[in-house]
């Protein structure tokens, strides 16, 4: 492929915004890139012509050769971080190389992660570590293969030079791909310096790009922020299905499109507890598994009030208005949360919950799980197991097991039993729709820690490999990687995720 020949059809429309939307400028050069992983089938959705690729991935995707239809740039963005707004933040160790049409007519960015320092690098030095780059391809990709709306990875690559932070560690890049890379931190940075003409262009551009139905909307701003209010309270919900903890919600880390962004100190939950936090720099749990409904509240709120002076020249008569929009966030969300986990204990989607009764259930089994010290992806997954095969005592044994006290799940059990009999669905049908809603395999903590640690120690990629394969099937009982279920001993137990920065 000679470097003439090297386009990606990119169609840059972000780029076309006015300069003060971002930086224009090119990645750093590694010294030695070595390709780690390359997504062949994300490449191919992208439109990119994965084989002729390949070869090339190295050098392309640790920035040393952009495609010659790649525009650079760093986007600038501000945004509360732990509730302290910071006005400037932006890409300090990212560039959006450009923006393709998916063979699905979905437009999609293509950014470096960790590929040097930009305005916005605030004295740091612009790079990533191996450690986080393979903790977000493992995540992100595991993320799409649950059905959750997520950024992408499209390729790791080592840079071949080290990085420090706590110590000297190995570099590399991500390539990311989003339906956007458009932050309520975003709106923030505008409205920060009081240029509601550039908050215009902005909501302007979000409409055409992810709400194109509010393009004729009479009153576009307000009807934008009930549109992104309804993806977020979705896409929490669904995080909350799987037992995902962020870590790191800040409103730079919240996508206008809906997605999850931003794979920092993430993690999932073994044994449930709502109050469960591993994020290092979360000190008071303010983004705690149970914190992640009203935090995202709040942060639509932040969205709401950049948004004020566009909806209309009396700021005051509009600030009802935005309120009720971020006060019915709850409703949705609670809408979705009760939807998916009805669906997760193996309730029809076709019976009403009467008078609240399917709720309590559901409160009910999480608090047993709470007492119990239960892991939370296993819980459900076996009482799928129970529900194929009500009578099997080695079901029966094999979801109790999971309680390190059965008192309270004893005493649901019969409760769930009674319920589920209601459901006219043959067995083995409610099984079938509980296993495609309850994952076997989620990213455990320590599997991914042990591929990091077996990559950045030994340069060992086979673990890694491994995981990323496993992950890609996660409803499916593959039991030659049965090992990849269980929770971690209490040796293997991870109880603190760190920041890639």
């Not at 000679?2 to 990645?27: C, I, K, Q, V």
């Not at 760093?74 to 932006?90: D, E, K, N, S, T």
Request: aromatic share 8%; glycine share 8%; net charge negative.
């Amino acid at each position: 492929m000679p470097p003439g020949d090297l386009t990606f059809g990119f169609d840059n429309s972000y780029r076309r915004l006015p300069e003060r939307f971002h930086a224009r400028l090119p990645p750093r050069s590694a010294p030695a890139p070595k390709l780690i992983a390359f997504n062949r089938a994300l490449a191919t959705e992208l439109g990119l012509d994965a084989e002729a690729l390949e070869p090339h991935a190295a050098e392309i995707f640790s920035g040393n050769r952009l495609p010659a239809d790649a525009e650079p740039l760093a986007a600038a963005y501000a945004g509360h971080q732990f509730g302290h707004f910071v006005p400037q933040l932006g890409d300090g160790r990212a560039l959006l190389l450009g923006e393709v049409i998916d063979r699905h007519g979905q437009r999609r960015d293509i950014q470096l992660k960790g590929s040097g320092q930009t305005p916005f690098s605030r004295n740091g030095d612009g790079k990533a570590a191996l450690g986080p780059v393979l903790r977000e391809y493992i995540v992100s990709e595991a993320m799409h293969a649950l059905g959750i709306p997520t950024t992408r990875s499209l390729a790791a690559v080592s840079t071949g030079e080290d990085v420090f932070r706590d110590g000297r560690l190995p570099g590399a890049v991500l390539t990311r791909v989003a339906v956007s890379h458009i932050r309520v931190g975003t709106f923030q940075y505008f409205a920060a310096r009081r240029d509601t003409e550039a908050v215009k262009q902005l909501a302007d551009h979000v409409i055409a790009r992810h709400y194109p139905a509010l393009a004729q909307s009479a009153q576009p701003a307000p009807d934008l922020l009930a549109a992104v209010a309804e993806r977020q309270a979705h896409l929490i919900a669904r995080w909350m299905h799987v037992g995902f903890i962020h870590g790191v919600m800040n409103t730079d880390n919240m996508t206008i499109s809906g997605e999850t962004i931003d794979y920092g100190p993430c993690a999932f939950m073994d044994a449930y507890d709502p109050m469960q936090v591993f994020s290092s720099i979360d000190r008071n749990g303010r983004y705690a598994f149970a914190n992640q409904p009203p935090i995202a509240q709040w942060n639509l709120a932040r969205l709401a009030e950049t948004l004020l002076p566009l909806m209309g020249d009396d700021v005051q008569a509009a600030i009802p208005r935005a309120t009720a929009i971020i006060e019915g966030f709850g409703s949705i969300f609670d809408a979705a949360w009760q939807r998916g986990m009805r669906a997760k204990i193996g309730l029809s989607p076709d019976e009403a919950d009467q008078e609240g009764a399917d709720a309590a259930l559901i409160e009910a089994l999480l608090d047993a799980m709470h007492e119990g010290q239960a892991d939370y992806t296993l819980t459900f997954r076996r009482l799928s197991d129970l529900a194929d095969k009500p009578d099997d005592l080695g079901a029966l044994e094999a979801f109790r097991s999971l309680f390190a006290n059965t008192r309270a799940v004893d005493a649901w059990l019969p409760r769930w039993r009674e319920r589920i009999a209601r459901d006219r669905r043959p067995a083995e049908t409610r099984a079938a729709a509980m296993r495609a809603v309850n994952p076997a395999f989620i990213p455990r903590n320590h599997r991914i820690e042990q591929a990091i640690a077996a990559a950045v120690g030994q340069g060992d990629f086979t673990p890694f490999e491994t995981l990323v394969k496993v992950l890609a099937r996660p409803f499916d009982d593959q039991s030659e990687h049965a090992a990849y279920m269980t929770p971690p001993l209490d040796s293997e137990r991870v109880t603190e995720t760190f920041c890639g920065t």
